[in-house]
């Protein structure tokens, strides 16, 4: 997906036009503006990282998009993409659509803006980070919720379970990726940014898991940044559970599917919803290449 400069709106005095690296100083002030939690560095970094560990520049999609309006930058939304491919092999641009902000003067423009950032019907767009507002103008934008919040688990309480005898391990080099699983290149440079792919061997083959350290309710844990199968997790998570408790973990979450948890010491949160506009797996979460991968959010 090539996006070119919209010169759309510029008889009314705005333009939307692709962010590129030179515009990230601009935009990481619209950034601090609309995300005041965040620092200006979390930003600078953050934009860096972008550029370095994304794809975007791979299958032709810009950074974000900048809303300019009166001469000045008025808005601002990041765009992290990367190939995937489908069940098929049919490659596709799987798009997130992350750090949204008009300022307040501009927000009129908002519905414009998303049609834009939606253009491309060969692409999968997702927000991974919805407040309740903009999930509701997604939902007119044609998006779904994909889950139905998070399990948090307890791994010691998790690990007495028996796995039906899976076994857990890093990556290997030699480790055959399923096609649908993140481009390796950029699951390997995901290691930099602190995402540990692991492979669990079970009855019927090998799952790609990927998760990336960060406390679970103040204690030691990690997140689940990728998972080839959710049903192959959920029968084999007293093993990943012994593995993760290895390397000083206690705590784990994931992305729900479902209200049942998966197992004992697992609850079901209510909260993380997010939201997908075209084709996504049921049975997988993919999360390589996003903002919750390359900003660390």
Not at 128 to 138: C, F, G, I, K, S
Not at 205 to 219: N, Q
Not at 234 to 252: D, I, K
């Amino acid at each position: 997906m090539l996006v070119r400069e919209s010169r759309m709106g510029s008889s009314l005095g705005f333009t939307l036009r692709p962010l590129e690296a030179a515009d990230f100083p601009a935009a990481a002030a619209l950034l601090v503006e609309g995300f005041p939690e965040r620092s200006r560095t979390f930003w600078d970094e953050g934009l860096r990282a972008l550029k370095r560990y994304g794809g975007n520049a791979e299958c032709g999609v810009p950074f974000g998009q900048l809303l300019i309006a009166e001469g000045r930058p008025a808005g601002i939304a990041l765009t992290p993409a990367c190939w995937r491919r489908r069940g098929d092999g049919r490659r596709y641009p799987l798009v997130n659509f992350s750090s949204w902000y008009i300022r307040p003067e501009h927000r009129w423009l908002a519905g414009l803006m998303l049609r834009r950032l939606f253009s491309d019907p060969h692409a999968t767009y997702v927000d991974l980070t919805p407040d309740a507002r903009v999930a509701r103008m997604l939902v007119v934008c044609g998006f779904r919720a994909v889950n139905t919040g998070t399990i948090v688990a307890a791994l010691p309480l998790c690990a007495a379970g028996s796995g039906r005898g899976a076994r857990v391990r890093d990556l290997r080099p030699e480790d055959e990726l399923s096609a649908a699983a993140p481009p390796r290149p950029m699951l390997l440079a995901h290691r930099e940014l602190g995402c540990r792919p692991l492979v669990i061997e079970h009855e019927a083959g090998r799952a790609l898991i990927v998760y990336r350290e960060r406390p679970v309710r103040g204690l030691p844990g990690a997140r689940l940044m990728y998972v080839d199968s959710h049903a192959v997790l959920g029968r084999c998570l007293p093993a990943l559970a012994r593995f993760l408790l290895r390397r000083g973990l206690l705590m784990l979450s994931w992305d729900a599917r479902g209200r049942k948890p998966s197992g004992l010491g697992s609850v079901h949160r209510a909260g993380g919803i997010w939201y997908a506009l075209g084709e996504i797996d049921g049975d997988r979460t993919d999360f390589i290449g996003t903002e919750l991968c390359i900003l660390g959010v």
